[in-house]
């Protein structure tokens, strides 16, 4: 398996929340993440129209959901753990 990920609403913010997007590390850089998040973008606009897409990722990705019209929405220093921090971000739809 080289990587998953998935999405689920999130009735609380009307948003969907993309959930355990991963790739193995000797897959970066070969596309995978970018087929990976342009799949579950894809289904996410067939299955929810207009609704905006949220995520949490740290300070070694966010760039990586920027390219794809992710915008930091919070950041949360030492979140997961010390030296490692939790960016939120939102695609607005």
């Not at 998935?6 to 790739?23: Q, R």
């Not at 590390?25 to 799949?39: E, I, V």
């Amino acid at each position: 398996m080289v990587g998953s990920g998935g999405y689920g609403y999130n009735s609380a913010t009307k948003t969907v929340d993309l959930t355990w997007g991963m790739i193995d590390f000797n897959f970066h850089n070969n596309g995978f993440g970018t087929s990976l998040l342009n799949y579950r973008i894809l289904h996410i606009s067939a299955d929810y129209p207009k609704t905006d897409i949220t995520l949490n990722t740290t300070q070694y990705t966010f760039k990586f959901y920027e390219r794809f019209g992710f915008q930091v929405e919070k950041i949360t220093e030492n979140y997961y753990r010390k030296g490692l921090h939790r960016y939120d971000m939102i695609k607005v739809i």
